[in-house]
T-cell receptor, first 115, second 113 residues
Framework: NAGVMQNPRHLVRRRGQEARLRCSPM?????VYWYRQLPEEGLKFMVY????????ESGMPKERFSAEFPKEGPSILRIQQVVRGDSAAYFC?????????????FGPGTRLTVL | AQSVTQLDSHVSVSEGTPVLLRCNYS??????LFWYVQHPNKGLQLLLK????ATLVKGINGFEAEFKKSETSFHLTKPSAHMSDAAEYFC???????????WGAGTKLIIKP
């Protein structure tokens, strides 16, 4: 049973370009969460999605960031017109349900570098 | 509001000696508490979790943590450190009816030979 998969593992973009980060949850998991980790900090919640629905995007910046989890295929975190401050590690997690006692299983992360 | 404080940004111990990583939390509700470990350039692995059952929780790789409500603490311990334990450790809290995980800033564990 494969774990949470994220790709690419490393992504380099120039300022103003778009970044697309992909996340495939564990088999049987329909709940996906995205977190951002800035250097020397813990993770910060960004967004919570179920299939075809955004449940909570309270941690997402209001502009340039969007997320989706289509019926088929991986969840996508999209950052338009990237700036240097977007450089961070982005982690995706999945769980079988959305309750707080559920374990969230994390992928290896995508490290985004904006030049 | 919920918050997590990891009291030490770095902890250095000699191989074979005990490990103590400290964590205090603030929560208005009954919390679930987790410890995750992150090895360099790797993903996050769950070490253990507390969800209102036994207050002493045993995890993987010989780690355990004790939930102390009166002290609002959830410190992580291991009797004897191994070189492979060198990593960053995160204390995490979530609260009932809220799936969001609140993360501490992390503690880097350094193991001296």
């Amino acid at each position: 049973n494969a774990g949470v998969m994220q790709n690419p593992r490393h992504l380099v973009r120039r300022r103003g370009q778009e970044a697309r980060l992909r996340c495939s949850p564990m088999k049987g998991h329909s709940h996906v969460y995205w977190y951002r980790q800035l250097p020397e900090e813990g993770l910060k919640f960004m967004v919570y999605l179920q299939k075809e629905n955004i449940i909570d995007e309270s941690g997402m910046p209001k502009e340039r960031f969007s997320a989706e989890f289509p019926k088929e295929g991986p969840s996508i975190l999209r950052i338009q017109q990237v700036v240097r401050g977007d450089s961070a590690a982005y982690f995706c997690a999945s769980s079988p349900s959305g309750i707080s006692t559920d374990t969230q299983y994390f992928g290896p992360g995508t490290r985004l570098t904006v030049l | 509001a919920q918050s997590v404080t990891q009291l030490d940004s770095h902890v250095s111990v000699s191989e074979g000696t005990p490990v103590l990583l400290r964590c205090n939390y603030s929560s208005s509700y009954s919390p679930s508490l987790f410890w995750y470990v992150q090895h360099p350039n790797k993903g996050l692995q769950l070490l253990l979790k507390y969800t209102s059952a036994a207050t002493l929780v045993k995890g993987i790789n010989g780690f355990e943590a004790e939930f102390k409500k009166s002290e609002t603490s959830f410190h992580l311990t291991k009797p004897s450190a191994h070189m492979s334990d060198a990593a960053e450790y995160f204390c995490v809290v979530s609260v009932s009816s809220n799936y969001q995980l609140i993360w501490g800033a992390g503690t880097k564990l350094i193991i001296k030979p």
